[in-house]
């Protein structure tokens, strides 16, 4: 395994995935993403979660008597899955890296999440990431490829109290995606690429970009400002989220952006 997809690794073994939704201001994108994807759900299909984390999306992909490989680099988190979905007969669960799929065939699945990797790969690495998902991928389905973009964690780490990034790292990280000192933690194996440079991977491959929106918009930055909303409140927040989430506009500033591409 390459160093950097070591650190990758490292970094979800030791890591709370399965916590990740547990605030209702975070389960936004959870709940929005489900939103967006269910209209691509196969019917009694094979759909690849190919960084599956602790299978928050498991369930939802499993409607539909839809067969789901659910996949993942950590140890960690896969034995989470096991422990949760193990019983499941429509459930597959394989430790793998999403960089080598070859486990599978071309043109076996009729939907793939890949929603993980690309947060951590950069140029040439994406690019075959994106290229393996691609030839899993049957003709005419689709792959929803998850991304963070980098204007939103300029934003984010810009006199951070927490993280304590300085001030000219965290503008090297607005340009490249990247912080270039050594860093322990997620700031030290992620990358955060730009909406233009995701859709410029994809125009790579015979591909159809279908849709191409954020989940969250800009909330990552504010959850303070909404932290006494109710959930009613919350509620008509989401929907707001969800109604403008393919404004290209927003792409840049946004927390998290789904490509959504098509196989020709
Ligand atoms: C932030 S979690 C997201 C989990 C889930 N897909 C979701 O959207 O909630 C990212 C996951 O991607 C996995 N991951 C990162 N790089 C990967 C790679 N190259 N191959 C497979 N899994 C990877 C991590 O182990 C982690 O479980």
Redesign the pocket.
């Known amino acids: 395994m390459n160093k950097e997809?070591a650190k990758?690794?490292k970094?979800?073994?030791e890591?709370d995935?399965e916590l990740?939704?547990s605030d209702p201001r975070k389960k936004i994108?959870?709940i929005n993403?489900c939103e967006i994807v269910k209209k691509y759900l196969p019917i009694q299909g094979e759909i690849l979660?190919?960084?599956?984390?602790?299978?928050?999306?498991i369930e939802f992909l499993m409607q539909n008597n839809n067969k789901v490989y659910a996949?993942?680099?950590?140890d960690?988190?896969i034995a989470i899955v096991t422990d949760r979905f193990g019983q499941h007969n429509n459930l597959i669960i394989r430790n793998?890296?999403?960089?080598d799929l070859s486990v599978y065939p071309d043109n076996k699945f009729d939907l793939i999440?890949?929603?993980?990797?690309?947060?951590?790969?950069k140029s040439d690495?994406l690019k075959k990431?994106m290229q393996e998902c691609i030839r899993v991928l049957k003709k005419d389905s689709i792959a929803v490829c998850?991304y963070m973009p980098r204007q939103f964690v300029m934003w984010n780490l810009i006199n951070n109290p927490v993280y304590k990034i300085s001030f000219e790292e965290v503008m090297g990280l607005a340009e490249n995606g990247y912080l270039k000192s050594r860093q322990s933690g997620f700031w030290g194996c992620s990358y955060f690429s730009t909406p233009q440079e995701m859709l410029d991977i994809a125009n790579q491959f015979e591909v159809e970009v279908v849709e191409h929106c954020s989940v969250d918009l800009e909330l990552g930055n504010f959850y303070d400002k909404v932290k006494d909303l109710s959930n009613e409140e919350l509620e008509v927040l989401r929907k707001y989220i969800l109604k403008h989430s393919s404004n290209k506009y927003c792409l840049a500033s946004s927390k998290?952006n789904l490509l959504i591409i098509k196989k020709l």
């Open positions: 997809i990758v690794k970094y979800y073994d890591g995935e990740r939704f994108e959870y993403t979660d190919c960084a599956c984390g602790t299978g928050a999306y996949s993942d680099l950590s960690r988190n793998d890296n999403a960089l999440l890949c929603m993980g990797p690309f947060y951590h790969l690495l990431c998850a998290h």
